[in-house]
C-alpha cells in the first residue's frame, strides 16, 4: 500500500444526521480542491438511514412504511445502511500520481483487511467475476459475510465519501432492502464475529482505523 498521511475529525462521539455530513463533506472537498486543506480522513456514526447509488434499481429500496430516511447520493456503489454502532470513513483526499478511483478503492480494502486483522478478524476484498454485480467491500474469510461496505466518489482528482464498518448495533435493518445490490448478502459486525466478550469498543477500532489510514489529530 502507498503512504496516504492524513489529517483526522474524529466525530464518534455523537451521531451525525447524513444530510448535515453531505453538506460538510461537500465544503471539505471544495477547501481540498482549493488547497485549503490537507488530506483528511473523517470518522462519524449516522442515524438510521439508507444511502443509494445512482445505479440502484428501486426493486432494492426498502418498503416506504419501513420509515427509515432514504437518501440518493453521487457516490459509486449501490443500497447501503448506517446506523448507530457503524463507524463511517469519508476520506477527502488527492489522488495519487498515477492513482485511480478504483485503485483508491483497491487501496481502501486493503487498509481494512489490515485493521479487521488487527482486531482478530481474517478478511478480505474479493474481485469481481466478469458480468456480476461489484464486490466492491470487505469480507470476513471464516463465514463469508460482509463486513464493509465501500462507495465513493472523485470530482476534480479529490476524492469524496468512503467506507462504513459495521462495528456494533442491530444487523435486522439490513434484511429491509437488497444491500449492494447482492440478494444474498449477509451482513455481519465486529460484534457478530467475535461475541460480546472479546469485541473492541469503538475507541479501539477508531484508533486502529486512524493507524492503519496514517491519520493523525487534529483537524476540522
Same mark, same amino acid.
Given at each position: @500500500? ?15 444526521? *447524513?444530510? !448535515? ?6 465544503? @471539505? ?15 462519524? &456514526? /449516522? ?20 420509515n ?11 443500497? $447501503? *445502511?448506517? !446506523? ?6 469519508y ?13 483508491l ?6 487498509? %481494512?483487511v ?18 456480476? +454485480?461489484?464486490? $466492491? ?10 463486513? $464493509? ?9 479529490? &476524492?469524496? /465519501? ?15 432492502? %437488497? ?7 449477509? @451482513? ?8 460480546? +466478550?472479546?469485541?473492541?469498543? @469503538? ?7 486512524? +493507524?492503519?489510514? +496514517? ?6
Amino acid at each position: @500500500m502507498k503512504s496516504r498521511p492524513l489529517t483526522l475529525i474524529d466525530d464518534t462521539d455523537h451521531l451525525t444526521e *447524513y444530510g !448535515a455530513a453531505m453538506d460538510r463533506m461537500q465544503e @471539505m472537498w471544495e477547501q481540498r480542491v482549493a488547497d485549503e486543506r490537507p488530506d483528511t480522513l473523517w470518522l462519524l &456514526s /449516522h442515524e438510521q438511514t439508507f444511502t443509494i447509488g445512482r445505479r440502484t434499481p428501486e426493486a432494492h429500496l426498502p418498503a416506504p412504511e419501513t420509515n427509515i430516511p432514504v437518501f440518493t447520493t453521487n457516490r459509486g456503489g449501490q443500497l $447501503t *445502511y448506517h !446506523a448507530p454502532g457503524q463507524l463511517v470513513g469519508y476520506l477527502i483526499a488527492r489522488l495519487q500520481p498515477g492513482e485511480g478511483v478504483v485503485d483508491l478503492i483497491r487501496d481502501v480494502e486493503h487498509r %481494512i483487511v489490515a485493521v479487521l486483522s488487527e482486531l482478530g478478524i481474517p478478511a478480505e476484498r474479493r474481485d469481481t467475476p466478469p458480468g456480476s +454485480e461489484l464486490l $466492491t467491500g470487505v469480507w470476513t474469510r471464516d463465514t463469508g459475510r460482509k463486513i $464493509t461496505s465501500i462507495g465513493m466518489r472523485v470530482g476534480r482528482n479529490v &476524492s469524496t /465519501h468512503g467506507f462504513a464498518l459495521n462495528v456494533t448495533g442491530d444487523l435486522t435493518p439490513w434484511k429491509l432492502a %437488497i444491500a449492494c445490490g447482492l440478494p444474498d448478502v449477509d @451482513m455481519t459486525s465486529v460484534e457478530r464475529e467475535l461475541g460480546d +466478550e472479546k469485541a473492541p469498543t @469503538m475507541r479501539q477500532v477508531v484508533a486502529a482505523v486512524a +493507524e492503519a489510514f +496514517e491519520a493523525t489529530e487534529p483537524a476540522q
